[in-house]
């Protein structure tokens, strides 16, 4: 009788032991609830620059380890932002509230384009989708007159 109480007491301290993991690998796993404010800041031609706060790992303290900027001409959400284009190139996160800035290149003139971004810390645990910026470019700009005073002048000789 001893040999099958002590196995139930070894059996319970593993479900006690098991159920703490298990509980601390959720926690671990929840996703950052942290986002970026994103801000449409200057727009050209062909680009659009964003300005964010960046967001800590753990809330408000740390340093995220990865950007997920996405653009669209039609208004970004949960539902479609698979289908947004990713951009390249997105800057390293910096520690927590840093000022970032980003140009996103390569876009038409005269079009309007919508902004998110996704923050993802090292497991990768991704945030919610940001707030949802608009902003459009600039009409497209005549190129520049030649400057005609930097002309190369031609002498003939006299005869």
């Known amino acids: 009788m001893r040999d099958l109480l002590m196995s139930d007491r070894s059996v319970w301290r593993v479900l006690q032991f098991a159920t703490a993991v298990v509980t601390l690998i959720g926690l671990l796993c929840i996703p950052s609830q942290t986002r970026a404010r994103l801000l449409a800041a200057d727009a050209g031609s062909n680009s659009i620059t964003l300005n964010w706060t960046a967001p800590g790992d753990d809330g408000d303290a740390g340093t995220a380890a990865e950007y997920d900027i996405r653009y669209s001409t039609s208004a970004i959400t949960a539902g479609n932002w698979n289908a947004a284009t990713q951009v390249a190139g997105e800057p390293a996160p910096q520690a927590a509230e840093s000022q970032e800035s980003f140009s996103v290149g390569g876009l038409d003139p005269s079009t309007t384009y919508y902004f998110a971004m996704k923050v ?40």
């Open 120 to 159: 993802a810390d090292e497991v990768p645990n991704w945030s919610g989708l940001s707030n949802v910026v608009s902003a459009a470019t600039n009409a497209e700009e005549d190129a520049p007159a030649p400057d005609r005073s930097e002309m190369l002048r031609v002498a003939f000789p006299r005869v």
